[in-house]
């Protein structure tokens, strides 16, 4: 049977805007959506690119140090339609582009095949998200994603030889792709609404046609392509493509430019272009003949009486960035002007709620109180002598004029209305010009004309005065337009580097800047770029404030190659300026130092890279110790020479808590590299240990055959207490099925800070399961950070069977405190590559480990603990990640403790914990509490049924406590609310008495704990 394989990378971004640490991938939106060259085996695992069977391998892409490598097997069996690059935001009908390097290691054996890129929308990741089957969006679709499709041929990608097979080597592919209205298989979203939607990718190899409606015929087709004979040793060989990525990149095309680049023009060269352009006006004609030599222009007649006041658009539907300056630009010429006087113009910027029906308008600045006005606007006038139409007795002069007039949106509107400045740039704005002679203060815009009316010094009812209410006004050559004065540029870059460059050598940058006019640079972006034989490799990408300066250290990776510094500014409403190039020098110098424990001693090493042909310089190693209280025990000093790789051991004190190891040139006394540090006993001197594990199922045990010692808590547990005989260790459990982080701040007092912790596992990746839990997580972080003796925290990352990146948003949190990270599924496909053996050997039902997956997670966690690196404090720090994170002060009542009424008896559920059940409809249970924050705790149950929860007597939430195979009562996770407002709430629990489906045996509510407090931000 011809069958297919699916082929994914997957990878977390962060939102909005995004913080990017050095040697790291960058998070953004815009314009660099992703960048990363897998410089070591850390960035192959750490950025979660989740490739199956994936390992890393020595020596990249375009003079990097490494790639990712991965073996994909074309069989159906191993069809996975998964993500490939995960968790981006895109602008409809703006174009990006998608480049990587790639190499076929197989090539040999392999048919060129074609590429498919997939632009994805997930329903399961997009809350709200509504695909249609036709064009005018009215027939939901019942299909769980819509995607768009780029395909290359083999041509195009670049990696076809003569006799139609794979060239040898590395070849970059790049993909150009914008999102549209239409997406693939006959699915619509709505274009208004796709930048709110989460995209992602998904890369495929086979050899179609372009003309499909189901991605599985993608690699079946291939399939069909092999030549060999089925069965034989060719066609197997076949069957696989043994592929290395490096250089990844997702990025707005610079030439794309800015969304408003260039609004709107027409010079009205025929007739049919007055009929197709954005121009509203009454009464409208062609003119032949039109300014500057056009061949024509539109003629309009307006009334000026005020029984014919018509408030109708100008330019229609532009969308403009709030804060950046733009120009309206025509020739007019008034074919009456003998006849008026010359008038005032002005020009009013225009949102209109019939065009925005989810436009809300302010009458504060606060933006609290909504108005009911129809439309908001700005204005500008120019006077006639502005306008340059007035002759010398104030008439209008004859002919043709060029008027200019500049504008930009801004928070507060004209009439008091106010909107926010980030939802301008989503709304259909319009520009509308007037004549008349008013002053600038007006209130309403029917007195503008009136005003005009009453210029007219003719007698009322001759005429002259008829002729006078009248302007018959020619127009050509209308432009709206961003200034050309606010295009920016990089003017200067400079370091303070000189000469050849040092491994770990601190360099300083700066630039000099011309921003443009209203729209602000809010960002830089800063590309660390080394080139070694005509090939380039970015090395570092980060984002940093517009300071005018950055730093970074020099990577391990450059050694033997020349840097350069790549300059990219990027204002507030998304341009980015030319790239600025700066020369940097040749990395000829390199010293890096490692520190470790080793069966209870210290061991430590130099390594040195010298390509200037000098002696070994002479340096001198020191290894100082310290007890608990930071106290200097002991200083070990070695004097090495700086070549090759020189090593030793130390054997510690007993009291010793720390070690560090500093490299100092002999001569001069100044450090050479990077001091280290690590724990050499971290509970040194302690006689009690408090060790507690947060998490789900897979902490609680859940598939090993005895959860209390061949799960990993307890093989982790059993180090703890080996590793500390003369200490009392506890080894707390606290790990609860099918919940998440949000769960585990609720119960941090009760189940963790009550314990007087001194070390927190915390495992809710997979439970998490890559949804953004930043305020969960930081939040626990921030309440353990505020104990009197904060503990050391350790981010545990556990994986399912698909190797699904679950962690984005922990991982996150984690470098923003700098917290130990242990990536679980990392070592998982280390060992399936190492031992040939299937995922389900370790993960039977896809998420919870065998004995033989516990002991894969426990061994790496005894591994990384036994280094002694991973005992670090998160950082005490003000900043926040999120802004709804904070210091949580949450307290609990039992159930039974609540008011309640009807017929609730008191049961006993796992944990040994009281639950509150009853099974009668209207049954309720209520508790009043001061704070910002409930939670509720419930019991699942075989019987469970179903019931409401009301807050300050609104309906919040509705769930059930049904669980299959659960006899007894299982504490789980039931709803909350991190968002209340500060103040006194009532919360009311309903009992509905109905089951929520057939296979529940009963109508039981079952609730355990009523959760209540403060989360301070």
Not at 19 to 39: C, I, K, R
Not at 823 to 835: G, I, S
Request: hydrophobic content about 35%; overall charge negative.
């Amino acid at each position: 049977m011809k069958k297919v394989f699916a082929m994914c990378l997957s990878f977390c971004l962060l939102l909005s805007c995004v913080a990017a640490s050095a040697q790291t991938m960058v998070n953004v939106q815009e314009p660099a959506l992703y960048v990363n060259g897998f410089e070591s085996v850390e960035e192959v695992t750490d950025k979660a690119v989740t490739l199956p069977n994936r390992v890393f391998e020595e020596g990249g892409a375009a003079g990097s140090a490494g790639a990712m490598r991965v073996m994909f097997q074309s069989p159906y069996a191993n069809y996975q339609p998964s993500y490939g690059l995960r968790y981006f935001q895109f602008e409809p009908g703006v174009e990006y582009e998608l480049s990587m390097w790639m190499k076929f290691n197989n090539a040999e054996n392999i048919k060129a095949p074609k590429i498919q890129i997939l632009s994805y929308y997930a329903k399961d990741q997009n809350e709200g998200m509504t695909v249609y089957t036709d064009e005018t969006l009215t027939t939901e679709k019942s299909s769980t994603f819509a995607a768009g499709s780029v395909y290359l041929t083999a041509e195009e990608a670049g990696w076809t030889a003569e006799d139609g097979s794979v060239k040898p080597g590395w070849h970059k592919v790049s993909v150009p792709f914008s999102v549209q209205k239409k997406m693939l298989w006959g699915a619509y979203l709505d274009p208004e609404k796709i930048a709110d939607y989460k995209a992602s990718f998904i890369f495929r190899f086979g050899a179609t046609n372009d003309v499909m409606n189901n991605p599985a015929n993608f690699m079946e087709d291939y399939v069909a392509s092999i030549e060999a004979e089925e069965g034989s040793e060719e066609y197997y060989k076949s069957l696989y493509m043994d592929i290395s990525f490096d250089d990844i990149t997702v990025k707005r095309k610079v030439d794309s430019g800015a969304l408003d680049a260039n609004l709107f023009s027409n010079r009205f060269e025929v007739q049919a272009d007055i009929e197709n352009s954005m121009l509203t006006l009454p009464g409208k004609t062609w003119v032949s003949g039109g300014a500057d030599n056009s061949v024509g222009a539109v003629n309009s007649v307006y009334q000026s009486a005020k029984s014919s006041y018509q408030p109708s658009y100008g330019l229609r539907y532009f969308q403009i960035v709030p804060d950046t300056e733009y120009e309206l630009s025509m020739w007019i010429k008034f074919n009456n002007a003998e006849h008026i006087k010359a008038p005032h113009v002005r020009a009013l910027t225009f949102f209109h709620k019939d065009d925005n029906p989810g436009m809300v308008v302010y009458s504060n600045a606060e933006l609290t109180q909504e108005k009911t006005s129809t439309y908001v606007a700005g204005s500008v006038f120019l006077t006639p002598e502005e306008a340059g139409w007035t002759a010398e007795d104030g008439s209008v002069k004859p002919g043709w004029h060029k008027i200019t007039i500049p504008f930009s949106i801004q928070k507060k509107m004209l009439w008091g209305s106010y909107l926010k400045t980030e939802d301008i740039t989503s709304l259909k704005g319009s520009i509308l010009f007037r004549f008349g002679s008013a002053n600038d203060n007006i209130t309403d815009p029917k007195n503008y004309m009136d005003d005009y009316v009453a210029s007219i010094e003719a007698e009322e009812g001759s005429e002259e005065y008829y002729k006078s209410l009248y302007m018959d006004i020619s127009y050509d050559d209308i432009a709206v337009t961003r200034k050309t004065e606010s295009t920016f540029e990089i003017t200067e870059a400079t370091s303070d580097a000189s000469g050849d460059l040092k491994v770990g050598q601190k360099i300083s940058l700066t630039y000099d800047l011309k921003e443009p006019a209203n729209d602000p640079v809010t960002k830089m972006l800063l590309e660390i770029c080394q080139h070694d034989n005509g090939e380039t490799a970015t090395v570092q990408s980060m984002y940093v404030e517009p300071t005018g300066k950055a730093s970074f250290r020099v990577p391990e990776v450059s050694y033997g190659k020349t840097l350069t510094a790549n300059w990219t500014a990027i204002t507030k409403s998304g341009m980015t300026s030319a790239v600025k190039t700066l020369e940097l020098g040749n990395v000829t110098y390199s010293v890096v130092s490692n520190l470790a424990i080793k069966d209870g001693s210290l061991s430590w090493s130099v390594t040195t890279k010298n390509s200037t042909g000098e002696d070994a310089r002479s340096a001198i190693v020191y290894v100082p110790t310290y007890n608990q209280t930071g106290k200097l025990l002991d200083v070990t000093s070695i004097p090495i020479a700086l070549q090759d790789t020189v090593s030793g051991t130390i054997t510690p004190k007993s009291a010793a808590k720390n070690a560090k190891l500093f490299v100092w040139d002999a001569d001069t006394l100044e450090p050479i590299c990077k001091e280290k540090e690590i724990a050499v006993n971290i509970f040194a001197g302690k006689d009690e240990i408090n060790i507690v594990y947060l998490g789900g199922s897979i902490t609680e045990g859940v598939g090993a055959s005895d959860y209390k010692n061949t799960s990993y808590r307890g093989l982790v547990g059993k180090y703890f207490t080996e590793a500390y005989p003369d200490a009392k260790v506890n080894n707390v459990h606290q790990g609860v099925g099918g919940t998440g982080s949000d769960y585990g701040l609720i119960r941090l007092e009760r189940d963790v800070m009550s314990y007087n912790p001194d070390l927190v596992f915390v495992e809710f990746a997979v439970n998490d399961n890559g949804k953004d839990s930043r305020v969960e997580m930081e939040s626990i972080v921030r309440t353990l950070n505020n104990l009197e003796h904060p503990p050391y925290i350790i981010y545990l990352y556990t994986t399912r069977s698909s190797f699904a990146n679950v962690k984005p948003y922990h991982v996150e949190v984690a470098e923003h405190y700098d917290i130990p990270q242990i990536d679980l599924q990392k070592e998982l496909l280390r060992v399936m590559n190492e031992t040939g053996n299937d995922v389900s050997v370790y993960l039977p039902d896809g998420v919870h480990p065998s004995d033989a997956g516990h002991r894969v997670y426990a061994e790496k966690i005894i591994a990384c603990l036994k280094t002694g690196k991973y005992y670090s404090y998160p950082k005490q720090i003000e900043e926040k990640l999120m802004d709804m994170s904070g210091v949580a002060d949450i307290s609990c009542i039992h159930a039974k403790d609540a008011e309640y009424t009807g017929s609730w008896t008191e049961e006993i559920g796992n944990f040994d914990r009281s639950v509150m059940v009853s099974e009668t409809a209207g049954d309720t249970m209520k508790f009043t509490f001061t704070g910002n924050f409930f939670g509720l705790e419930h019991a699942l149950n075989l019987a469970g049924g179903r019931y409401e929860v009301y807050v300050d007597g609104e309906l919040y939430n509705a769930n059930h406590c049904y669980y299959r195979n659960v006899n007894y009562y299982h504490s789980r996770f039931g709803c909350a609310d991190f968002l209340l407002d500060y103040g006194t709430h009532t919360v009311e629990i309903k009992v509905l008495g109905t089951k929520p489906n057939d296979d529940s045996v009963g109508t039981k509510v079952c609730i355990v704990n009523l959760f209540y407090g403060i989360i301070d931000r």
